[in-house]
């Protein structure tokens, strides 16, 4: 995955949703910044992302968040 600086993206975004739309992911980072903040992936790829499960929870009954839910996946695992 090649990373980008903000200011590349903007310049070059078609370019740049085209070689997604081929399959490629770019990640963006602040100019300026080696640390990647996002990423741009083909939209079936996101869409096709599986759900995570909570496996102390599993054949326990449903278990529901809000979309307002605040809490990062990350956070709520290693909380």
Do not use: C
């Not at 085209?18 to 910044?33: F, L, M, T």
């Amino acid at each position: 995955m090649e990373t980008l600086e903000l200011s590349s993206v903007r310049n070059d975004l078609a370019a740049l949703i085209a070689r997604v739309e081929k399959g490629d992911e770019i990640a963006i980072a602040h100019d300026g910044g080696n640390e990647a903040v996002a990423v741009i992936v083909p939209f079936t790829a996101w869409r096709e992302k599986p759900q995570r499960q909570l496996g102390s929870l599993r054949n326990r009954g449903p278990v529901y968040f809000a979309n307002d839910f605040l809490m990062s996946d990350n956070e709520l695992l290693n909380s």
